[in-house]
């Protein structure tokens, strides 16, 4: 019975336009922009990967993200939900949203824990830890925190309790209100580290960097990455975008929309490689400095370099901001589904998906110091298991799979009416895109990930009875 009775309950909707592409930037942008981002361009030779990020958003990222928008806008459902109201007696169809919803729980739970090493960086920021201290002393500093479980998950607790405030205030008075004030503030203190970035001395060879290609250094691994980070950076199958489409009025030009929050989302990439690479090089440090840029190097930047307190309260501020916009739609995506489908209230749903999230993260804040050396999935960490399981398979599939659906199953005259507001040549464009590109792009990605985790040759001793 409860679940007839939120059947009858109008669906919330977003109050504006800005709010949904402020709402749906803010998901789409988060540590993939401003951490991963710049340190996977600075290993893969900057320009000429910059270049194919690009068109792997336009070709691939784009006609995904779109497909995701219109199953949401027109089930007016949760990402499983939708494909239940889409394929009623197909149950096949059903896989790639629960595929999504698990994708953003797992996410969800470590990314927390991520997030929260923000929020302990912009701590010692305030502090003013990182003036006058030595480049190892600064560097000791992030091993420190791995190595302390405990202040790990106190600020993961911090963190997900943000998260948890924003969205138990539902769409327009949780989500869309704190979309309207996180994320204009992220574009404030973004632009003031770009404009800081563009006046040092390091300004050319960052621009240098950033935009000039040289193709030699970019290899078949470099197109890969870029094309799974584009899939990765728009929040794309991990049930935002259904979830979120679903709260966009029927009046709301898709593809235009769509567009909008990729162009924001790739801004922003952009921006954040602008304002972290030419003061890098102002200082003679190295851009391929891997994960540890944001972490290690960026603080031992700011330790050398004048204006640099209020430089890394503003830096790790912003990707507080990133990871909360993130993680805010990660949570609703799941919270759609117990109040859809389960007819739970959204304080119950909230609470329920809070404590679940938080605990799975544990393990997370416990993989480099009480779990150091228990190992999972291919002698990795707890951590790295749960990014890998997500990122290089859960995210794919489902993306595989909603591509797939929407190109070669979906009633084609639902789509043009979904897409006509956009223009007579957007519908055949994309039509052709997620028939024939995405799929084909996707399911490179993926079969690489996987072989690439070994899981192949592993499948051919199980099944070949090799040695």
């Known amino acids: 019975m409860a679940h007839k009775n939120t059947a009858l309950k109008p669906r919330a909707l977003w109050a504006s336009r800005l709010g949904f592409i402020l709402a749906a930037a803010g998901s789409a942008v988060g540590l993939g922009n401003i951490w991963k981002f710049p340190y996977i361009a600075g290993e893969n030779g900057g320009g000429a990967f910059v270049l194919v990020y690009l068109l792997c958003i336009a070709f691939v990222g784009l006609p995904i993200m779109m497909a995701e928008l219109m199953i949401g806008r027109h089930t007016r459902k949760d990402a499983v939900g939708a494909f239940v109201a889409l394929e009623p007696k197909r149950r096949w169809w059903h896989t790639p949203g629960w595929i999504s919803v698990a994708a953003a729980f797992l996410i969800s739970s470590y990314y927390s824990v991520v997030a929260g090493w ?10 003013d830890s990182f003036s ?29 309790l943000l998260c948890l405030g924003v969205v138990v ?7 869309e209100r704190w979309s309207k004030i996180l994320m204009p ?9 770009f404009v800081n970035g563009m006046l040092s001395s390091g300004a050319r060879q960052g621009l240098e960097f950033m935009f000039r290609p040289d193709f030699a250094k970019l290899t078949p691994g470099s197109v890969l990455e870029a094309l799974g980070h584009a899939f ?9 975008m259904i979830t979120y489409g679903s709260y966009l ?70 990707l507080a901001f ?27 749903a909230t609470l329920t998906i809070g404590i679940l999230a938080f605990s799975v993260g544990i393990p997370t804040a416990l993989s480099y110091n009480v779990m150091d050396g228990i190992t999972f999935i291919g002698e990795r960490s707890f951590f790295d298991s749960a990014d890998l399981i997500a990122s290089n398979y859960l995210l794919p599939i489902a993306g595989l799979l909603i ?41 490179l990605v993926l079969y690489f990930k996987i072989d690439e985790a070994g899981l192949w040759a592993y499948l051919a001793h199980l099944f070949g009875g090799g040695a």
Do not use: C
Not at 118 to 127: E, G, H, K
Not at 135 to 159: C, N, P, V, Y
């Open 185 to 193: 503030i992220l574009l404030v203190l973004l632009t003031l580290l």
């Open 232 to 240: 990765f950076t728009l929040s794309l199958g991990m049930a935002a």
């Open 132 to 160: 006058g201290e030595s480049a190892s002393a600064i560097e000791g500093m992030f091993s420190a925190l791995l190595a302390d479980g405990g202040r790990q998950s106190f600020w993961h607790l911090i963190f997900m």
């Open 118 to 127: 923000t929020l302990d960086y912009v701590f010692r920021a305030i502090m």
């Open 322 to 348: 990133a990871a909360l916009t993130s993680n805010i739609s990660l949570l609703e995506a799941q919270i759609a589904y117990f109040i859809d489908e389960r007819g739970w209230s959204r304080k119950k």
């Open 169 to 175: 205030g539902g769409v327009q008075k949780g989500i």
């Open 249 to 318: 009025s029927r009046n709301e030009n898709l593809f235009a929309a769509s567009t909008r929050v990729a162009l924001l989302d790739t801004t922003i990439a952009l921006m954040a490689g602008l304002a972290i690479f030419p003061i890098v090089f102002s200082v003679g440090l190295e851009a391929a400095a891997g994960p540890g840029l944001i972490f290690q190097t960026i603080p031992v930047v700011f330790s050398q370099i004048g204006g640099g307190h209020v430089l890394s309260i503003m830096f790790f501020l912003l």
């Open 403 to 443: 591509a797939i659906y929407v190109g070669w199953f979906w009633s084609g005259s639902e789509e043009k009416e979904e897409l006509v507001s956009g223009g007579a040549w957007v519908y055949p464009v994309w039509h052709w895109l997620i028939r024939y590109v995405a799929p084909l792009a996707v399911a």
